[in-house]
């Protein structure tokens, strides 16, 4: 039997959700595209008519919501009449990790995901495709298709239901999400049933060439994502702690980076040093593989992974103390301004940014914070900070920061945010941070003043020319 896909159903219109159904549209435009949430704020904002509100924000992203919105894609808070008429559904929701119960702190929550399943059990009508498309532990598959078969008995004719689950799991990256979706590397499809795996082969065709296109059974597919993140979450893993060597030794880890990236067995990507790995995936894939291989009693298995996670908890830690020692060890009545609040350049997200470690241990040591971020708004930063930004200070008017211990300001000026600081923290690679004018921030800043470039994005000599200190992260020579 070919299966011939019209209408497709996304369930969950968040960072992989919403950029995937905007490609699939775009690339294939005869079918139909819903995508749907129940949160009604987040479709709202899917909708709203400038593009500039749309709720994440991915280069590319605005032009083809423009071209194909309205069109054949649909963002609505309609779940049970999307799911009843499509052919394929995508179950793209949160998982996050568990907080309570068994496997509390390592293992995926999968109640959304559960959920879901059941609203699709109930539904949908006819043959349907599941694919699952959030980043799942391992045999997740199982528990999807066990819901759906409890739906399948036939209480006559028209209501009559049949399933196919499909793994297919997202390599996008946020920041270049469109173009990752557009070129992709590889796209991998894991199934059963050789029909179901061919109608979604079929709409992927339609713009990746078929030997990027993959077909696994169904375990393998879950488990090649997990292993692909934390493959790449190792690599910085294991260069951030090169870097901690790099400054007790007098090396420098970028050129350590380029000397291992030309050996084509290493290669040169995911080499670069910063703060600590953040985003969604990395820490929760790999807690999953924690918990995955406990379960199966590989206590060393378990250790080798958990160690990639436990390095980075060490190294966001490490720059905050450094950052406190280098300020004669009290930072206390001192402003220090962080630029940068994503756990990259180019997102406004923030989850697991090594920014929200950072900035709370210093503001436990007593700091003041001035935040800013090209991107990410003070709501979030409250939320992620648990605690209320100043608003409207006049730096002009304030001789020391004593009377804001712990306390923070968002600041969309980074003139603002350096006024009267006495350290600026780079903690995101943002390209404007490239064009600051450091003769002019120089100026306004408290001496000894120190720039850290936790990103190593500056030019050395530029700073050291305009009289400020440079800490650079993994650069033994420069950090005195
Ligand atoms: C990742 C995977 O790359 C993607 O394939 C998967 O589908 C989801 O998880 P993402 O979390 O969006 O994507 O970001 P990524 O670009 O991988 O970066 C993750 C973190 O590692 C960021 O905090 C980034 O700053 C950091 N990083 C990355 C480094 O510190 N150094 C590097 O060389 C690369
Ligand atoms: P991801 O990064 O995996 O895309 P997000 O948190 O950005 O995760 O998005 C997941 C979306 O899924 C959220 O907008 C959430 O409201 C939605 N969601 C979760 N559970 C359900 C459900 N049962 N039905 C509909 N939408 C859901």
Redesign the pocket.
């Known amino acids: 039997m070919v299966i011939k896909i019209k209408k497709i159903c996304c369930?969950?219109?968040?960072?992989?959700?919403?950029p995937t159904m905007s490609v699939i549209a775009d690339r294939c435009p005869e079918i139909f595209v819903d995508v749907?949430?129940?949160?009604v704020e987040?479709i709202k904002l899917w909708n709203s008519t400038n593009l500039k509100d749309l709720p994440?924000y991915e280069p590319g992203l605005e032009d083809i919501v423009k071209r194909r919105r309205g069109k054949n894609l649909t963002f609505s808070t309609n779940?049970k009449e999307k799911i009843s008429s499509a052919d394929m559904i995508f179950i793209?929701?949160?998982?996050p990790t568990k907080t309570k119960g068994i496997g509390a702190g390592q293992a995926s929550d999968l109640k959304?995901v559960e959920?879901?399943a059941r609203?699709v059990a109930n539904f949908a009508t006819g043959h349907t495709v599941v694919v699952e498309k959030?980043?799942l532990p391992v045999k997740t598959a199982e528990v999807i298709k066990k819901i759906l078969e409890a739906s399948q008995i036939p209480i006559n004719f028209e209501t009559k239901k049949s399933f196919d689950v499909l793994s297919n799991p997202e390599f996008l990256a946020e920041g270049s999400a469109i173009k990752d979706l557009e070129y992709p590397d590889r796209v991998l499809i894991g199934g059963e049933n050789n029909e179901a795996i061919l109608a979604l082969n079929d709409i992927y065709i339609n713009w990746v060439s078929p030997e990027k296109i993959l077909h696994t059974n169904i375990w393998s597919s879950e488990l090649a994502k997990l292993t692909a993140n934390a493959f790449l979450a190792q690599r910085i893993s294991s260069i951030n702690s090169i870097s901690a060597l790099c400054e007790n030794t007098g090396a420098d880890v970028k050129e350590v980076s380029r000397a291992i990236g030309l050996d084509s067995r290493i290669g040169s990507k995911f080499l670069n040093s910063g703060p600590g790995f953040g985003g969604?995936c990395f820490k929760k894939d790999i807690l999953n593989l924690v918990y995955l291989s406990k379960y199966f009693g590989l206590e060393e298995v378990a250790e080798f992974w958990e160690g990639v996670v436990k390095l980075n908890n060490w190294h966001q830690h490490r720059l905050s103390r450094l950052i406190t020692n280098k300020l004669f060890g009290t930072i206390s009545g001192k402003k220090i301004c962080i630029l940068g609040f994503s756990f990259k350049a180019n997102t406004n997200d923030t989850?697991e940014s090594a920014a929200i470690t950072i900035c709370k241990d210093l503001l436990e040591e007593g700091a003041f914070l001035s935040i800013s971020d090209p991107k990410v708004n003070k709501k979030q930063i409250e939320k992620d900070l648990k605690s209320y930004s100043l608003n409207n200070l006049n730096y002009s008017e304030i001789s020391d920061f004593f009377n804001y211990e712990g306390q923070w300001a968002f600041e969309e000026d980074i003139n603002n945010a350096a006024e009267k600081s006495d350290a600026i923290v780079i903690l995101t690679e943002w390209e404007e941070y490239l064009n600051i004018n450091w003769e002019e921030i120089s100026t306004m800043m408290r001496k000894p003043a120190w720039i850290f470039d936790a990103r190593s994005i500056l030019d050395p000599k530029e700073i050291k020319d305009n009289d400020l200190y440079l800490w650079r992260i993994g650069n033994g020579q420069s950090n005195d």
């Open positions: 369930i969950g219109a968040g960072y992989v959700g919403g749907v949430d129940k949160n987040r994440i779940i793209s929701v949160n998982t959304w959920a879901c609203d959030s980043t969604s989850r």
